[in-house]
């Protein structure tokens, strides 16, 4: 319990300056309610944008609601998913929704996912191998499809897929998971590719490496998590690749520690 409530606490906490570096953006983050994606979310708002906060759990939605009304930031929009059993009707009610909401739509951020069973191939079950690429890979893709019509009039929309270590690098037991990752890396190199003469949305992938979340605990428990790198310590970057000046990065697979790196002032 302590230190599931000290990792919320450092989610939380503001770890940069305040800024208006995202004022009239809106900015959508799936998985909006826990780990990296709460404290983007959060790190978003702070910067100025509308986040619209996509997940599963209601509940946890609504705290990150109730944490951006409370700082007075730009009013936050609910929007709750399960990308596991979410249909093409859905994703284009919202990608409706969002047109109909907002002016354009200029950021988005593919940050849900699950784990998943780790094992041999040789035993992984069939319907959580189909569950795993349903949520980490065809979800970002309806959504993807979905809401291009809502960004394409930002005049510099951005759009930023999440990987993993193992989705740009094979590991043994792995599975789905890693399988995902590497079939999103293929799709934000197919997406940036169409989109580089067509458009002003600038399409990456990022690995945000061991970060302590939830997902860190599952895959490694017997870990200690106050060793590793919070949420929050990541937003820097997380930042930096929703806004306008970060047009020269397109179609690139960002590794977060050399984009950290370079982001310190001198
Ligand atoms: P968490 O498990 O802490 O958070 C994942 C988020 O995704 C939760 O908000 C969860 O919602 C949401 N989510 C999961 N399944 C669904 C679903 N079916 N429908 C809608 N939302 C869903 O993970 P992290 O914050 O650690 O991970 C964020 C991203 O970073 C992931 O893409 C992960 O693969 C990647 N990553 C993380 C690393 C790490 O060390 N933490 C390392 C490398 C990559 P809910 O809480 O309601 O279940």
């Not at 590794?255 to 982001?263: A, G, K, P, Q, V």
């Amino acid at each position: 319990m302590k230190i599931e409530a000290a990792r919320t606490a450092e989610t939380d906490e503001l770890s940069i300056p305040v800024n208006d570096t995202l004022q009239d953006r809106t900015i959508l983050v799936t998985g909006a309610g826990d780990g990296i994606g709460k404290a983007a979310a959060l790190t978003y708002a702070r910067s100025g944008a509308t986040v619209i906060l996509l997940g599963r759990t209601q509940q946890k939605l609504e705290a990150v609601y109730d944490v951006i009304a409370r700082e007075n930031l730009p009013e936050a929009v609910i929007h709750p998913l399960d990308l596991a059993i979410a249909g093409t009707d859905d994703y284009d009610l919202l990608g409706r929704s969002v047109q109909e909401q907002f002016p354009a739509l200029d950021g988005l951020l593919h940050n849900a996912s699950e784990l998943g069973a780790l094992g041999p191939i040789q035993y992984y079950a069939p319907e959580a191998w189909m569950k795993i690429m349903q949520i980490n890979v065809n979800a970002a893709f309806l959504l993807t499809r979905a809401l291009l019509p809502a960004m394409l009039p930002s005049p510099d929309a951005r759009i930023l897929f999440t990987s993993s270590s193992v989705g740009r690098k094979g590991r043994a037991y792995w599975g789905a998971y890693a399988v995902s990752k590497f079939a999103t890396e293929g799709l934000m190199q197919v997406l940036a590719d169409e989109l580089t003469e067509t458009s002003n949305i600038r399409v990456n992938s990022i690995n945000p490496g061991a970060t302590r979340t939830e997902m860190r605990r599952a895959a490694y428990p017997a870990e200690n998590p106050l060793t590793l790198p919070t949420a929050a310590s990541l937003m820097p970057a997380y930042l930096h690749l929703m806004q306008p000046d970060s047009q020269l990065l397109h179609g690139q697979a960002i590794d977060i520690r050399s984009l950290l790196t370079e982001l310190q002032p001198e």
